[in-house]
């Protein structure tokens, strides 16, 4: 995970740096200091920070604080299965409240429109018509694979299986996992693969089924993509459209940027 969110965060910076949109912006005082001890090292270690920071905002934000009323609640004498209800209830809570106050940001709004672009992007090829803007425009911007329904699945299957796991332990040893807070958080660290594998698998199959139940599950992740996913203008659909038909066929020949990034023709980005 910390691998993932390292390269995901250079990616973005290349990003940032390829559009020029960096350049214009005056630097903090605090970027200037650190330049000036760091030199070079600046950027790494700046992208080094807001990685750490971005991982103690998620684990507080969805585990820390979650968690804070289970150990009242246990011995107000709420059962296990209800203490994690509340718990995963507050943090699904906080999911939404959290994505619908990021997508005010203008610059967010216009990350959800490529979000947008690229679901129709895969609906277009998925429906094995020539990709075009026009194609893609007619498609929605929600999808059955999506990664923000992948989060919902994997919040609301946490429920599930932290009241069997809690209360299997509470059989077998006599400990209440409700009752210390410390310990409850720490076996929701350790779990957490095997929450997240299962919502990936149920992701899987729930995207891949057609049945009134399948549409049923899915329902509650396809509705919350609408605060992830916005509708996209023309301009990106052609990106999304081009970044689709590298990762299906490479890059195509043509000129290339000093970075080494090809240069579409702008005719030729919604037929790449």
Not at 204 to 228: C, D, E
Request: hydrophobic letters at 45%; a positive charge.
């Amino acid at each position: 995970m910390f691998q993932k969110k390292k390269h995901g965060m250079k990616v973005l910076q290349q990003s940032a740096d390829m559009t020029g949109a960096l350049e214009s912006e005056k630097p903090s005082r605090f970027e200037d200091w650190l330049s000036k001890k760091l030199g070079k090292g600046a950027d790494k270690a700046l992208m080094g920070l807001a990685l750490v920071m971005a991982l103690a905002l998620s684990l507080g934000l969805f585990v820390l604080l979650p968690n804070l009323p289970t150990v009242a609640l246990r011995r107000a004498g709420w059962s296990l299965f209800t203490v994690n209800l509340v718990s995963g209830s507050i943090r699904i809570l906080i999911l939404m409240a959290y994505l619908y106050l990021v997508g005010l940001m203008p610059d967010m709004r216009k990350t959800f429109q490529y979000h947008g672009a690229e679901h129709k992007a895969v609906y277009n090829h998925e429906a094995e018509l020539p990709l075009t803007p026009q194609n893609a425009q007619k498609y929605t911007t929600l999808h059955p694979r999506c990664g923000t329904s992948f989060l919902l699945l994997t919040f609301i299957l946490s429920i599930l299986f932290y009241s069997i796991m809690d209360e299997i332990i509470l059989l077998i040893s006599g400990f209440d996992m409700g009752a210390n807070y410390l310990v409850r958080v720490l076996s929701r660290l350790v779990f957490l693969p095997v929450v997240a594998g299962l919502g990936y698998e149920a992701l899987k199959g729930l995207a891949h089924a057609n049945s009134p139940l399948t549409r049923a599950l899915r329902w509650p992740g396809m509705q919350l993509q609408r605060l992830t996913t916005k509708p996209p203008t023309g301009d990106m659909l052609e990106v999304a459209i081009a970044a689709l038909s590298a990762a299906l066929d490479g890059l195509p020949e043509g000129e290339r940027t000093a970075d080494g990034c090809v240069i579409l023709p702008r005719a030729a980005a919604g037929n790449a």
